[in-house]
């Protein structure tokens, strides 16, 4: 155990370091963007008012609600301290909501959508990696072209792809929104149909684009493995190829796991991507209507949070893959 | 005479390249291991010893492909049986393989007692885990491995500790005939002593009836084993007693190969295969005559012409060249 605690321990701290440096990041980059944005509040507010010192007053009480005429290293603790109390002010687009109330209602539907299908995307293409690695021949010669060649789409291409051949000319699913636009958030059939015909062209979206890269790394890792010589030693010993099968592909899923740990955030990027094309009320989007009302409360919190789901689940998947693989803990053991 | 563990008859195979190619790597293979015995093969890298050793377990998968010969092992003859059938009755349970790669050769995330329970079931169908454990412990005992060996990764031995933790392995259905490639080249002098040691002790607990030992080190072979042959560019060029073959080779390539062995005993550890001037031939297209001829100090046109065949002297000693044994060694007398 004491190798698999030094692992975990190492594995804690990167995750901590790198945890700060993006909070800080996140803090700085957003405050770098050209333009004033209380200014533009203001200027939104004041549309039709001639008096000059009328605007002058709302600019001043904005500034003040939102600390913007602090120094910057106040304006830095004051931040910490607010983010640790689950604060993030308010947002300047959609004021008087505050980022909370924005992120809380967009977050559950990046999380409902993206992890499904990265998970799924992941198996999915594991498996016909493995496949391919075994069959061979005709199976392996039509997966691998296939699969270079979607992993190296970009993900609004997909995206945009599935929306033209599914949304707009078969229309078997709608081209945008979480749900119908009619109907109101409940626990009803309608509702959750609803819900469950929205999720298909952004999930699948995801899903082609992570097949394809993890199908080509598990197809050259599960035909190294098939080489192995623990493969030729277990087969002299009469073990039947079903088990031998099964070792090579535990054998070949390992570094699969880290590779997923590498290319998360890729994924979650570009699936946030696809949330925008196709509207869905997530991350995406939020961070996209942020960005251009130059809300940068509400652009910081979402990056922040975005980048937080990462890390975690970065950092999970390598403290998984330290329990599964004992290669880890004899490696931390010397 | 006593029982013949393992007869092969002119066992011939060959590798199948990804271009097509065929490389023969063994060819017209003919021998002989009694119970009780131990055969040592010999031979430069690439002239066929690991490909042999692969050949005499009767299953074949590519690029490896038999071609023709056959295999009987305790008067069971294997050759026309079907693959299946041989994995799941002959292989690990009548003859078993140690390979030249035993490091490798343990699935790096099975515990060694997981993968032991995965060779026990596949031949025995009813048996318990606690009886496996057992068994397992008993033969790691016998053998003077530690027992927690069995809890443990591969990735968690010593090389050292890995091979004889695969040798243990190869053993425990109790094999007929055990094939042992290069078992102790990889490791260190105190290793590769232990490795020879646990062999030895294999043949004499009765863990198994009969051993092939293959190696480049010939003067492992003559503490181990009771004939050795020696192997060039995929043929039988010399069989004899150990004795004989180490210290009175007659086959130019023998003599060749343990030329610097002079005296007995002492400085035997010390010495390598002397190195025979140029390379085996290409065993793509093997030459038609002798194979040994481009290297050959005593060639004549004719060894060129016809494939040599071997000769059986008195005693069952046989040699693969033109010359008589006289006629051999009055040349190796005029130097
Ligand atoms: N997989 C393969 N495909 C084609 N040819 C092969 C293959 N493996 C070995 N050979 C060829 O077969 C010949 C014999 O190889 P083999 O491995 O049996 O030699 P060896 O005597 O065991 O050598 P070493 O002492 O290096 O282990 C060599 O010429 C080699 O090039
Ligand atoms: S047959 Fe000719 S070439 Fe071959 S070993 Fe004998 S003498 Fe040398
Ligand atoms: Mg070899």
């Known amino acids: 155990m004491k190798g698999y605690r030094k692992y975990f321990l190492n594995k804690l701290a990167w995750f901590l370091v790198t945890l700060v440096c993006a909070f800080l990041l996140n803090f700085i980059l957003p405050r770098l963007m050209p333009g004033d944005p209380v200014a533009a509040i203001v200027a939104r507010m004041a549309q039709g008012m001639s008096n000059s010192s009328g605007v002058q007053a709302i600019y001043e009480q904005y500034t003040e609600l939102f600390g913007t005429n602090k120094p910057m290293l106040e304006q830095f603790f004051l931040y910490t301290r607010n983010v640790a109390r689950g604060d993030f002010g308010f947002s300047f687009s959609q004021y008087p909501r505050t980022v909370a109330d924005v992120l809380s209602a967009s977050i559950w539907w990046t999380v409902c959508l993206q992890f499904p299908a990265i998970i799924v995307g992941w198996l999915i293409g594991n498996s016909l990696g493995a496949l391919a690695a075994y069959l061979k021949g005709g199976f392996d010669k039509v997966i691998m072209p296939v699969s270079i060649f979607i992993s190296n789409f970009p993900p609004f291409g997909m995206a945009v792809l599935l929306m033209v051949i599914f949304g707009v000319n078969l229309k078997w699913f709608p081209t945008s929104g979480g749900y119908g636009f009619d109907l109101i958030p409940s626990f009803t059939w309608s509702f959750m149909w609803s819900v469950i015909v929205h999720y298909q062209l952004p999930f699948w979206s995801i899903v082609l684009i992570a097949i394809g890269g993890q199908a080509i790394g598990m197809r050259s890792m599960s035909i190294y493995e098939l080489n192995a010589d623990y493969v030729k030693y277990a087969r002299f010993l009469g073990i039947k190829d079903r088990k031998i099968v099964g070792y090579v592909f535990r054998n070949a899923m390992l570094p699969q796991i880290t590779g997923l740990a590498l290319s998360v955030g890729t994924m979650v990027g570009g699936a946030l991507v696809a949330e925008i094309i196709f509207s869905y009320p997530g991350l995406g989007s939020t961070i996209l209507t942020a960005v251009r009302g130059q809300d940068y409360p509400l652009v910081s919190a979402t990056t922040l949070i975005i980048t937080l789901m990462v890390l975690s689940a970065n950092f999970i998947i390598e403290i998984l893959y330290g329990i599964i693989d004992p290669r880890i803990k004899a490696a931390q053991a010397d | ?335």
């Open chain 2, 1 to 335: 005479m006593a029982n013949v563990m393992l007869e092969v008859k002119e066992l011939t195979t060959k590798y199948i390249t990804r271009f097509g190619e065929d490389v023969y790597a063994v060819d017209h293979v003919s021998l002989k291991v009694e119970e009780g015995k131990a055969l040592g093969i010999a031979g430069e890298s690439g002239c066929g010893k690991s490909t042999l050793a692969l050949s005499l377990m009767g299953y074949y998968f590519a690029p490896l492909h038999y071609t023709s010969g056959e295999i009987i092992i305790d008067g069971r003859n294997i050759s026309g049986m079907n693959p299946d059938e041989v994995r799941k009755s002959i292989l690990g349970k009548e003859i078993a393989y140690i390979p030249q790669a035993a490091m490798n050769a343990l699935n790096p995330t099975r515990k060694i007692i997981h993968f032991i329970e995965d060779v026990i079931q596949e031949h025995e169908l009813y048996i318990t885990k606690k009886d496996i454990y057992d068994r397992a412990r008993k033969l790691f005992e016998t053998l003077g491995l530690p027992a927690e060996v069995l809890q443990k990764y591969p990735v968690e031995l010593s090389g050292g500790m890995k091979q004889r933790t695969v040798i243990a392995i190869s053993v425990l259905l109790l094999p007929k005939v055990l094939i042992a490639d290069e078992p102790s080249s990889a490791l260190d002098v105190t290793s590769q002593k232990m490795v020879i040691k646990m062999l030895r002790q294999l043949m004499e607990t009765g863990l198994i009836s009969s051993l092939i030992f293959i190696t480049h080190e010939l003067p492992l072979l003559y503490n181990v084993t009771d004939d050795i042959m020696v192997m060039y560019a995929g043929q039988i060029v010399e069989k004899a007693n150990s004795k004989e073959a180490v210290f009175d080779p007659i086959h130019p390539y023998a003599k060749g190969l343990m030329g610097s062995i002079i005296v007995p005993e002492k400085g035997l550890r010390d010495v390598k295969l002397t190195a025979i001037p140029g390379v085996p031939p290409n065993l793509k297209r093997p030459p038609a005559g002798c194979r040994f001829a481009e290297r050959c100090k005593y060639v004549q046109p004719e060894c060129k012409v016809h494939s040599v065949d071997l000769r059986e002297l008195e005693g069952g000693r046989t040699y693969r060249c033109i010359f008589s044994e006289e006629q051999l060694r009055k040349a190796y007398q005029n130097g």
